[in-house]
């Protein structure tokens, strides 16, 4: 089982410029969620779904947008890169919520 | 989160020594997980407590949950340098539109001394 799998691992982008973080998992997994993390912030959760179709946001959801067309992917995109958007973003994946939550390795992104 | 707070927010030990890292909730609990993270990279399950008073270990690290208190603590004994790295609580609270989400504090950077 390849788990989680989150692409690319780093990225650098122009402020203004626009991108979609891929998450997939294989282990049919319903609940999916996005963080960020930041230095002394621990990890922030910006979106997160419950199933195909249905997302909500959740602490930090401004300039990103999500999707959930498949059990298996869930892409965050952000709108219009700016510099505090510069973070490493983490998805997880989980049966339900009251299970163990497993993380992919994460994306670090840096917008100048 | 600010629903979250974990105390400290670093801890430097000696090899050998134990250590409690604290985490204390302003929101109803329905369940709290610990990961550790080494630094740069992903996150690790160590467990989940979702019942007051459950105790669980994993090695030489364990963590109890004060359903009441809302509170858990991590208790790392005869620490080693392998256990350096952050620690992130992380709890299920209800946010408005009925789902539960998981939500993480600051985290515990914590340095193992030989």
Known sequence: NAGVTQTPKFQVLKTGQSMTLQCAQDMNHEYMSWYRQDPGMGLRLIHY???????????VPNGYNVSRSTTEDFPLRLLSAAPSQTSVYFCASSPGVRYGYTFGSGT????? | SQE???SPQSLIVQEGKNLTINCTSSKTLYGLYWYKQKYGEGLIFLMMLQKGGEEKSHEKITAKLDEKKQ?????????QPSH?????????????????KLIFGAGTRLAVHP
């Open chain 2, 71 to 79: 509170q858990s603590s991590l208790h790392i004994t005869a620490s």
């Open chain 1, 108 to 112: 670090r992104l840096t917008v100048v």
């Open chain 2, 4 to 6: 979250l707070e974990q």
């Open chain 1, 49 to 59: 779904s419950v199933g195909a179709g249905i997302t909500d946001q959740g602490e």
């Open chain 2, 84 to 100: 350096a790295g952050i620690y992130l609580c992380g709890a299920v609270v209800m946010f408005s539109g009925g789902y539960n």
